[in-house]
């Protein structure tokens, strides 16, 4: 089972909404990230928080906005996303640098369905 | 520049015969190296890594891998598949220039045919 929760599992969204995804961790992980996965290929990653401070911002359109409210928590805002932004977004968490051999722990996902 | 190759996209395999999925990867520098699984419809769960010492590692459902230096190589195997490990088996490797990153192969789906 995994220890990273993501909601909503479903979501579906005009271009003109607002939302947002929501992911908690308990295991007591340093680092949170936020990965985007197209059907059949590998994830994307698109931002890590260290420390509760972004870390890493993988050239992400400003539709879409983190945020680390405390170390367990993490969200994506979402606003006025395109067609081609729908997809499965997963959220992750690792203890500390996975180059120091921490393993990448991931959430079930948000299938988001933009129309 | 660092990459992952799987070099295969679908692996089908009968139910109870063994199965070999490969990666591939290139570095310049040492690495750590990662199975992940992803069963349908779900998230990605790690199945086994390699750090250091013994070059083949197991996972608790039958895997293994074995880090083979000279050859780049990380293969995954499994002596009996059952229908349940059909699901998309991703290898990666951490990014030695950048922290917090791995590198991904591009997937190999494993069909079990019963």
């Known amino acids: 089972d995994t220890e990273v929760t993501q909601t909503p599992k479903h979501l579906v969204m005009g271009m003109t909404n607002k939302k947002s995804l929501k992911c908690e961790q308990h295991m007591g992980h340093r680092a949170m990230y936020w990965y985007k996965q197209k059907a059949k290929k590998p994830p994307e990653l698109m931002f890590v928080?260290?420390?509760?401070?972004?870390?890493i911002n993988e050239s992400v359109p400003s539709r879409f906005s983190p945020e680390c409210p405390n170390s367990s928590l993490l969200n994506l805002h979402l606003h006025a996303l395109q067609p081609e932004d729908s997809a499965l977004y997963l959220c992750?968490?690792?203890?500390?640098?996975?180059?120091?051999?921490?393993?990448?722990?991931f959430g079930e996902g948000s299938w988001l369905t933009v129309v | 520049a660092q990459s992952v190759t799987q070099l295969d996209s679908q692996v089908p395999v009968f139910e109870e015969a063994p199965v070999e999925l490969r990666c591939n990867y290139s570095?310049?520098?040492?690495?750590?190296l990662f199975w992940y699984v992803q069963y349908p419809n779900q998230g990605l769960q790690l199945l086994l890594k390699y750090l250091s010492g013994s070059t083949l590692v197991e996972s608790i459902n039958g895997f293994e891998a074995e880090f083979n230096k000279s050859q780049t190589s990380f293969h995954l195997r499994k002596p009996s598949v059952h229908i349940s490990d059909t699901a998309e088996y991703f290898c990666a490797v951490t990014k030695g220039d950048s922290n917090y990153q791995l590198i991904w192969g591009a997937g190999t789906k494993l069909i079990i045919k019963p």
């Open positions: 570095s310049s520098v040492s690495v750590y």
């Open positions: 928080y260290s420390y509760e401070k972004l870390s």
């Open positions: 992750a968490s690792s203890q500390s640098d996975p180059g120091s051999g921490n393993t990448i722990y």
